[in-house]
């Protein structure tokens, strides 16, 4: 297992080191930091000094080495637009996107599990055709779309539900949620759904295609053979045999919702770390874009590793080189 | 004799189509008694595996039967309702499937499917039921039953999956076992030890059973009774020696002509010309008479009853005295 975790962690590193190069090509190739730090006026001497200060007129793999060693202590430098330390701007919005990743992540694997077992079982009752017609709208609509629908609904309309921002936080040392305060909770129904809406239905169309999947198999035939009760065999025999599959997609469906709140955080002003991201593109804010790119690469890192880590406990033809098979 | 465990009565079973009904079995009638074994036979598709699942009462959507009965020890099960007839699957219809490899549910390991299927059917403690199937995969002649109890499918071989399976088609101690084809995947060298752990058993438990086979080597080494099949229906049915020795319905003969002899040298072994007629294009009379070498008018015309032979029952009208041809001295004494 240690092993197996080490290799894992070994061939990420090219991943990680790839991602470094691109975000690093940003500062050389996305605008010139020196002009925009200059201002209008400056002598050539002043240009000189400073390239010479920022260490760019080194080598390029120096300034790539130098730029890996100071990610790897979490220090991205300045931003640009706001002039504070990048790792001090991130970590102050990260809570709010994780939160809402994890309330969107909830609500997807709540919902979309069951409505996926309960369309896979009862194929032709019309609630199940409800459901596959509400999952076609929802991988349909575009999530901009859907947080507008929303928020013209319960907030402009009904008036339940803030349609914007976190309410209020408490902090927890450096950590701010929203969990604990109940306009923090109204705050994140709205981008939860929102958020969440695509990976729901995506994990239920799933759900349901591998339920229909095992529910042929033989050995779900032989567990009705052998008498078994519908309960121990659609949740317990059938449910984890789809488990798998789910499991990847589920994995890496949450990267995404990390990685791709960027439009639910800019339509509820969430100030999570996608808002912080939008706007830095706006202002050209190359640091907070590259280690913003870094943070989502690591993410999506870990998570694969965990996946595979869910493989080893769900199936356990995986757990290799544990007891020898037997012979005739 | 005692009453019948099984007793099938003019079993119909049918699939609706686009294109019409389809009759996949028709007045197939045979008893089970006690402890007897009943072979089953016949070329694919000729409605074998749907008789055992008709029993079980796990056939394919959309089939249904369609008329007749089924009954268990006298009382009628074909209509019970889904919840009724689960509780008599495992507890007293077991079943065994032909594929060991697919029957076993991957990710839990043999001991726990099969205490969850004693404790679905008799009231036992954790404890008790896992030391019965413990004591179960000993019997099934598992070498260290007590730490193969919680290994997975995977780590065994398909001949010992097939003793699993058998030990969980008997686990809760069923008086009847339906047997699908329960060697047809597995290697020839295994086959026989997997025939002769099922017919231990089910002497030792007093267990009837149903064995679904087109082997007829296994048929004659295990059955008492065989019952051949064509079309979906039963064409010749008695005790397996006078069946597989002296068959007395033409395709029966043709059958038992095709299983090579081992004590000579035969230059041309024999076949029965043409196939099996698709359930949608079964002709008129009897369902064999196109292939058949012996047929003539009244097969054309009209379909045939089982009808006494002597030794056995056949449903072929050679052997009914008021037809206008007899059988033949060949079939007639073997």
Partial sequence: MAAFILSRILQAIPVMLVVALISFAMFAYVGDPVAIMLGQDFTEAQRLQLVHDLGLDQ?????????????????????????????????????????????????????????????GLYRNSWLSRAFLTFSLIGVSLPTFLIGILLILIFSVWLGWLPSFGRGEVVRIGWWSTGLLTLSG???????????????????????????????????????????????????????????????????????GIIAFAIVTETVFQWPGMGLLFIQSVGAADIPVMAAYLLLIALVFVIINLVVDLLYYLVDPRLRIGRGAAGGH | MPPPVLSVRGLRVEFPTRRGVLTALSD????????????????????????????????EPPGRIAGGEIRLQGERIDTLPYDRMRRIRGKRIGAIF??????????????????????????????????????????????????????????????????VVIAL???????????????????VSIQAQIIALLKRLAREKGTAMMLVTHDMGVIAETADRVAVMYAGRIAEIGPVRAVVKAPKHPYSAGLMASIPPLD?????????????????????????????????????RERPELIETGTTRAACWLYDPASERQAPELLRHG
């Fill in chain 1, 185 to 255: 909770l109204k705050a994140l129904v709205l981008p939860s759904i929102t958020l969440g809406m695509f990976q729901l239905t995506l994990i239920m169309r799933l759900v349901r295609a591998e339920m229909l999947e095992v529910l042929r198999t033989d050995y779900i035939k032989f567990a009705r053979a052998r008498g078994l009760s519908n309960r121990a065999i659609n949740f317990g025999h059938a449910l984890k045999n789809t488990l798998v599959p789910v499991i990847t997609i589920a994995g890496l469906q949450l990267g």
């Fill in chain 2, 28 to 59: 197939v009638s045979f008893d089970i008694a006690p402890g007897e074994v009943l072979g089953v036979v016949g070329e694919s598709g000729a409605g074998k595996s749907m008789t055992g699942a008709a029993i079980i009462g796990l056939l």
């Fill in chain 1, 59 to 119: 080598p390029f793999f120096v300034q790539f080495a130098t730029f890996v060693g100071h990610a790897l202590q979490g220090e991205f430098g300045l931003s640009y637009r706001l002039s504070r330390p990048v790792a001090e701007l991130i970590a102050e919005r990260a809570p709010a996107t994780l939160e809402l990743a994890f309330c969107a992540a909830l609500v997807a694997l709540l919902v979309g599990v069951p409505m996926g077992v309960y369309t």
């Fill in chain 2, 169 to 187: 088609a008997l686990c809760a101690e069923p008086i009847l076992v339906v047997a699908d084809e329960p060697t047809t995947a597995l290697d």
């Fill in chain 2, 98 to 163: 032909q594929d060991p490899l697919t029957t076993l549910n991957p990710l839990y390991t043999v001991g726990r499917q099969l205490i969850e299927t004693m404790q679905t059917h008799l009231s036992l403690s954790d404890r008790e039921a896992r030391q019965r199937a413990i004591g179960w995969l000993e019997m099934v002649g598992i070498p260290a039953a007590a730490q193969r109890v919680d290994s997975y499918p995977h780590e065994f071989s398909g001949g010992m999956r097939q003793r």
């Fill in chain 2, 264 to 300: 000579r040298k035969v230059a041309h072994l024999a076949g029965i010309e043409g196939a099996m007629p698709r359930l949608s294009a079964i002709p008129p009379g009897c369902a064999f008479n196109p292939r058949c070498p012996h047929v003539f008018d009244r097969c054309r």
